[in-house]
Every structure is written in structure tokens, then in C-alpha cells.
Nanobody, 124 residues
Framework: QVQLVESGGGLVQAGGSLRLSCVASGRTFSVLGMGWFRQARGKEREFVAAINSSGGNTRYQDSVKGRFTISRDNAKNTVYLQMNSLQPEDTAVYYC?????????????????WGQGTQVTVSS
């Protein structure tokens, strides 16, 4: 079992920044690939970013490339999502997730464990 706890969400104006954090426990964090997903009201959950176990490989949804950065600190069992130049369309509940291996990419079905989510609201 892996427990994931997100934090860092909130209300921000368009053009602003937020940094989300997700702390993992229950398994050796340094062997787990991690991902961030989001779900806006009335929409399906979508992939945002993923990072492999070592942090050397990342992938992003096209709409967030150049604005969002995923990173991890294996010493702190934490994965981050730095979000810059936020836009109203980024408003959603953001979830971190992990699968069973070192990298799970953009496919949500490969992620077995999910956090409770943190709300990000961007006002125009």
C-alpha cells in the first residue's frame, strides 16, 4: 500500500503560480514513478505530468508544457508540481498518483494509488 497526501492548492489569479506537493508513504519512494492528473468539474480526469523514479525522465500534457514542471525529492518522499502562468482553464482538482513500477507515463490505468486531491482555482 502507498499513501499519498497532496497539498499546496488554492485560489490564484490568472498569470500566477502555485506549487503542489505530494508526500508518499508505505513503500520505498525512490523506486516509484509518479504522476499528476487533474479533473475539472464536469470533465474526465486527464494526465498532467509524469516523472520516473530517478527524476531523469519527465513527460507533460501539451497544454502545460513550458508552464508546469514536475520534480521530486527522493530524500523527502515528495513529488512536486510547479505551476506557472496559470490560466482559468487550469482550474481543477489535482491528484498525484503512483503505479507499481519506476515509470507509468500518461496512462491513468497504470496508476494504482491516488491521493485525495487538492483544489486549484484560477480566477480571470
Amino acid at each position: 500500500q502507498v499513501q499519498l497526501v497532496e497539498s499546496g492548492g488554492g485560489l490564484v489569479q490568472a498569470g500566477g503560480s502555485l506549487r503542489l506537493s505530494c508526500v508518499a508513504s508505505g513503500r520505498t519512494f525512490s523506486v516509484l514513478g509518479m504522476g499528476w492528473f487533474r479533473q475539472a468539474r464536469g470533465k474526465e480526469r486527464e494526465f498532467v505530468a509524469a516523472i520516473n523514479s530517478s527524476g531523469g525522465n519527465t513527460r507533460y500534457q501539451d497544454s502545460v508544457k513550458g508552464r508546469f514542471t514536475i520534480s521530486r525529492d527522493n530524500a523527502k518522499n515528495t513529488v512536486y508540481l510547479q505551476m506557472n502562468s496559470l490560466q482559468p482553464e487550469d482550474t481543477a482538482v489535482y491528484y498525484c498518483a503512483t503505479g507499481q513500477g519506476g515509470y507509468s507515463g500518461p496512462t491513468s490505468q497504470l496508476y494504482a494509488y491516488w491521493g485525495q486531491g487538492t483544489q486549484v482555482t484560477v480566477s480571470s
